[in-house]
């Protein structure tokens, strides 16, 4: 854990995207560190989700983002893990949580059926994500927090570098928004993958993210979470809406790194 | 069996003697018969495969218009002089990558650039025929299809067909199915987008090309979206949804040929009819088991 402590493990420098001649994101600067929790707030259309899709290359952009690892962790592209902000699913589609697992892994048609690595594989992160007994179902069965940890699984499976959620609990009740952000602080304690985390809701952010990049189409700030978020900043985001800010300390128990060296 | 000969009529003539102990019934005793069952159970079952990741799609209205252009690619076979089958594949293939690669680049939504091609398309194909009298006749085979009056080079074709469909859905089955049900996800899993969806919308126009000749422009989306629609009634898992889909395209092939010779009944219309049933048969279990 010492070795990538402070290692920038994604670097983006004047990042700008354009679509249809708006820019979209103009000259961001942020990094990413190794083990580190970040969140990206900002009010609606402040190009949250654009970042996420330009670190995964799925957008034209200008400038640079650049992966960087410590020699020991291996070398190559980074493996990049995405739980896109929520599956417009189609709730009729025959298309069990397994189908999906195979869909995303395996060579063999899946009407061949899933190859034993695969079913092995499958069952496997189901069950590290405790929805092991879902394999069976329909996705257009699974109930919002369902497919979350469904999401999560398939994220998680492939061991990623970087973890990319993109509003994490949004469609979930507040219950099982305390219980996925348990859960994902659990695991990410475990396999020390960076966590890129989208997030409209302050609550979760001050109490799980370690480093905070505001955006609203420019990068308004970014720097540890308890030094960003200032009602300052936050006008600077939301307009004048700061008392968003004093709801979202109101209880800030637990955090993501607690007994982690930092 | 004379394989060593490739003339069409050799290679045909071993399938019709296997063809004749397996159906031993009057209705296949003549060889148009014959041809017409293995027309049919040649096209159908791939296109039914391939109605599964196009019904998820929502692509119905593409193979309507890859059909209906179909009609302006016989049209132009008519009026050059070559084989208006031949026309009719290159077409259709054009169209459909015409489609697959425009859809997307615009702020259009797909149904409407689909419209657009569709229609243009076919005025081509009224305006080439207008120019020649008597092209009409021609094209009526075409419209309404016939497997009673399949050649046998036309069967050999068809079988070629199937085989390349079947590589097709081996390579291509898990990422047009993953990109049906999330772009983004699928994208972050390395499916190549643009070219999973153009392949895609090519082999579509290669089987719906090959079925035009059975069922006909008219009913030729029948083939993908009925079996599709009626796997996804009783379906739970994807490879559930494929078999039952490819299962309801053989099973109607074979009753739609066996009712029509009984009936005096079109062909090809009866075929589709036989799927529709099935449809119904779906949709009345799917009401009956909402849970199931």
Known sequence: MTSCEHLHTLEIRNLTVRRGGVEILSGIDADIRCG?????????????TTLLLAILGQVPYTGEIRFCRAAEHGE????????????????????TVGDFFALSSQRRPVFLGASRGTREATRASLERAGVGHLAATPLGRLSGGELQRVLFALALRDSPDILL??????????AGEERFCEFLSKVQRDSRFSLLLVSHDLSVVTRHADRVICLNRRLV?????????????????????????????ADGHGHLHDGEAR | MTWGSTAPEAILSGVFALMDRVLPFAFAEPAFMKRALLALLLTAPPAAALGVPLVQHRMAFFSDAI?????????????????????????GILVAAAIASVKGRTGLSS????????????????????????????LQAFLYGDPLAVSDAEILWMAAIFLLVCCC??????RILLLGIHEGFARAKGVRAKSVEVSFAVVVALVVTAAIRSVGILLVTALLVIPAATARNVARSAASALWISVGVAAFSGLAGIVASWHLDTAAGATVVLCAAACFAVSALVRAA????
Not at chain 1, 81 to 94: F, H, I, K, S, T
Not at chain 2, 67 to 91: D, E, I, K, N
Not at chain 2, 117 to 138: D, E, Q, Y
Request: hydrophobic letters at 45%; glycine letters at 14%.
């Open chain 1, 36 to 48: 580190e929790v970040t969140a990206v707030v900002g009010p609606n259309g402040a190009g949250k």
């Open chain 1, 76 to 95: 190559g592209a980074p493996r990049i893990g995405y739980v896109p902000q929520r599956l417009d699913l189609d709730p009729g589609a025959p298309v």
């Open chain 1, 165 to 174: 959620l993109d509003e994490p609990v949004s469609g979930v009740d507040v």
């Open chain 1, 221 to 249: 700030c970014s720097g540890a979470t308890t030094e960003v978020l200032t009602p300052e900043n936050l006008a600077a985001m939301y307009g004048a809406d700061a008392h968003l800010f004093r709801h979202a300390r």
């Open chain 2, 67 to 91: 059909g209906h252009s179909a009609f302006t690619g016989v049209a132009l076979g008519v009026l050059l002089g070559v084989s208006p089958t031949w026309t009719m594949v290159a077409f």
């Open chain 2, 111 to 138: 149904d409407t650039v689909i419209g657009v091609f569709f229609s243009t398309a076919v005025a081509l194909g009224i305006a080439v025929i207008s120019r020649r009298k008597g092209l009409t006749r021609n």
């Open chain 2, 169 to 174: 859905l081996f390579f291509l089955y898990n």
């Open chain 2, 289 to 292: 088991f909402p849970g199931g």
